[in-house]
């Protein structure tokens, strides 16, 4: 195979930068980039990079001798400081020396087709750089240790322990050896696993389209400080922030990392009637986003809280959270809020953050769950549930064990294609082009 490198960290200004490299090759590479033997196996090297004998940057190198690698192919990483200047100029000396830029998941293909990792396992790494709470994290992290494949190939052996038994009856029917003694004990064995499955099956759970984060959007009136209090949560000013009315007139999203969970946090337009044609259209998205929201922060002041009743009957059953702000400017504190703030002065953020954490996290706590896995094998599990289901109907039936036989196999293929022991090129572009770039 080619040598492939990505960036490894944010494309953005940082302290350090990590460039992966990965291939045939590699040990060859080093010498050519860095005109020394940088060969001894995970030592962490301090060198300089240079380009056509120009200075670049002090960087550190780690070699990784393969089998021993991620990718299972001789592989080094580049540790530069993080500034675009530099990064740009390190995608130069490995674009000339011929080096191939990697696809999206490249790294985590490569290890799955030299059988470093499985299928679900290579997902699971995909999943665990996207998880947005530690819940969602500590589920997917059992899938990626090994637990939730084991679980699969102990299925897998049972299934191949029946096959043995039924396959051995149709191909010795004529012979003196006897497989299956009585079809009620088949039967029970075949009710058994399928137990065992279908709980098994029930402890796995998917996020459609990768991980989900809960939706947190700040509505209210024109003027109560929406804007305000959605730079505060943030700590930077991602709104613009105005007295005259109708300042915000389209929705501003914005990820908010609290201490277990990661949410989108939104900021839209205040709502009141308008005119205004570019103002009504943003009060359109609002109203749009408040029915997709997972929660929503109405915010209001004294000068805005007659006006409570109206968005409570706009939300219905909507969750929402009753804030109050500007208490820098005002001594009320009216009994039916449920946080009191001043977006201006930072008074009260903790609690609304400490709020939203254990409410979200909670919501995001899913009863019984063990595994969060893919969409596909949620799919293939409900597939072989329905095929056991099929296997019990012909045993109880008196089918011939063709039947039998034929649905045993279609279970244990399907268990396979979980773990990619059988899998088409088509599937795995279409998993691996989800990662990100560098993984």
């Known amino acids: 195979m080619s040598i492939i490198y990505a960036l490894a960290t944010p494309p953005a200004q940082s302290a350090i930068c990590v460039f992966r490299v990965s291939g045939d090759g590699c040990l060859g590479a080093l010498s050519k980039l860095f005109n020394s033997e940088l060969v001894e196996p995970r030592y962490f090297y301090k060198t300089e990079m240079l380009n056509k004998g120009a200075f670049i940057d002090s960087v550190a190198v780690i070699f990784f001798k393969g089998p021993k690698s991620f990718t299972g192919e001789d592989s080094f990483e580049v540790y530069a400081h993080g500034g675009l200047a530099v990064m740009s100029k390190i995608v130069e000396v490995f674009d000339a020396i011929g080096f191939e830029e990697a696809q999206p998941g490249e790294f985590s293909k490569r290890a799955f087709l030299n059988n470093k990792i499985s299928l679900s396992q290579a997902e699971a790494v995909s999943d665990l750089i996207s998880a947005s709470s530690k819940e969602e994290a500590s589920k997917v992290s059992l899938v990626l240790s090994g637990d939730f494949e084991s679980r699969v190939f102990d299925f897998s052996g049972q299934l191949d322990a029946l096959r043995v038994l039924v396959e051995g009856e149709i191909d010795f029917t004529d012979e003196d050896e006897v ?4 079809l009620s004990g088949l ?53 613009i922030v105005s007295s005259i009315a109708g300042t915000t007139r389209d929705l501003i999203d914005s990820e908010l990392v609290l201490q277990n969970i990661v949410l989108t946090l939104g900021d839209s337009a205040g709502v009141r009637d308008t005119d205004d044609l570019i103002e009504g259209a943003g009060i359109n998205i609002s109203f749009d986003e408040i029915k997709k929201s997972d929660l929503v922060i109405l ?61 979200l996290s909670v919501e995001k706590n899913e009863k019984g769950l063990t595994y969060l896995v893919r969409e596909r094998h949620v799919n293939i599990f409900s597939e072989v549930s329905s095929r056991l289901e099929l296997i019990s109907f012909s045993i109880e039936a008196n089918e011939t064990l063709d039947v039998v036989a034929e649905n045993l196999k279609a279970c244990r293929d399907l268990l396979a294609e979980v773990v990619g022991i059988q899998t088409s090129d088509e599937l795995l572009g279409e998993i691996f082009s989800s990662f990100c770039i560098g993984k």
């Open 179 to 182: 497989f299956i003694h009585n």
């Open 187 to 239: 039967g029970a064995d075949v009710s058994r696993l399928s137990a065992e499955f279908n709980s098994f099956a029930g402890a796995c759970s998917s996020r459609k389209d990768g991980f989900n984060k809960p939706r947190v959007l700040i509505a209210g009136p024109p003027n109560s400080g929406k804007s305000s209090l959605f730079n505060s949560l943030l700590s930077r000013d991602r709104s």
């Open 299 to 359: 915010v209001f002041d004294e000068e805005t809280e007659s006006s409570v009743s109206f968005f409570r009957e706009l939300l219905g059953e909507q969750k929402h959270l009753l804030v109050y702000n500007k208490i820098d400017v005002s001594d009320k504190r009216p009994s039916e809020f449920d946080l009191f703030v001043s977006a201006k002065e930072m008074d009260g953020l903790s609690g609304l953050r400490k709020i939203l954490d254990e409410k």
